[in-house]
T-cell receptor, first 115, second 113 residues
Framework: AQSVSQHNHHVILSEAASLELGCNYS??????LFWYVQYPGQHLQLLLKYFSGDPLVKGIKGFEAEFIKSKFSFNLRKPSVQWSDTAEYFC????FGEGDDKIIFGKGTRLHILP | DAGVTQSPTHLIKTRGQHVTLRCSPISGHKSVSWYQQVLGQGPQFIFQ???????GRGNFPDRFSARQFPNYSSELNVNALLLGDSALYLCASSPWDGSYGYTFGSGTRLTVV
């Protein structure tokens, strides 16, 4: 069965620190990849997505992610975090060719930025 | 522009009862999906509808059903509620399919007592 694994459940960083959140998926075929963010009290928002082409994807608020097909990974990065980045981050994958149109989410990583 | 709207925002039901959750997609979006998010977990796929036809169903019992109306709004129905059905139910819409990513609503918080 397809699955998405996020390595860190809870990350605490100080402002200006660099961020990398790990994400691996299990599916051998073609995929679309997403990172969603949920700020406290708000709904899920799309941070960035990978469709095809350049494996380095840039999203909103200075976030980027790199798709490494050989490693089935799609890690999220930000060079310098801000207090306002405190949120829960979800990696998600949309497998092709499964006959349905589901998006599979990881369990999420809670990011807490210390001011 | 209005985003994805869901109603009600909160709901308390008793075990064995039936519940109907409603979703209005973004104007022009023809695809609607439903997800269940249990505390501490990521959203889990329940259904996807496109142009009023079911395009996918997740691993949920037959107590869960859904439909999409001609105006692309959707309902999620759950029969014979169990305590384990307590969760945040999310509706998401997309222009065609999930390849562009879905826009999510704020969800309906269902508590079964």
């Amino acid at each position: 069965a397809q699955s998405v694994s996020q390595h860190n459940h809870h990350v605490i960083l100080s402002e200006a620190a660099s961020l990398e959140l790990g994400c691996n998926y299990s599916y051998g075929g073609t995929v679309n990849l997403f990172w969603y963010v949920q700020y406290p009290g708000q709904h899920l928002q799309l941070l960035l997505k990978y469709f095809s082409g350049d494996p380095l994807v840039k999203g909103i608020k200075g976030f980027e992610a790199e798709f490494i097909k050989s490693k089935f990974s799609f890690n999220l990065r930000k060079p310098s975090v801000q207090w306002s980045d405190t949120a829960e981050y979800f990696c998600a994958v949309r497998p092709f060719g499964e006959g349905d149109d589901k998006i599979i989410f990881g369990k999420g990583t809670r990011l807490h930025i210390l001011p | 522009d209005a985003g994805v709207t869901q109603s009600p925002t909160h709901l308390i039901k008793t075990r064995g009862q039936h519940v109907t959750l409603r979703c209005s997609p973004i104007s022009g979006h023809k695809s609607v999906s439903w997800y269940q998010q249990v505390l501490g977990q990521g959203p889990q796929f329940i259904f996807q509808y496109y142009e009023k036809e079911e395009r996918g169903r997740g691993n949920f019992p037959d107590r869960f059903s859904a439909r999409q109306f001609p105006n692309y709004s959707s309902e999620l129905n759950v029969n014979a509620l169990l305590l384990g059905d307590s969760a945040l139910y999310l509706c998401a819409s997309s222009p065609w399919d999930g390849s562009y990513g879905y826009t999510f609503g704020s969800g309906t918080r269902l508590t079964v007592v």
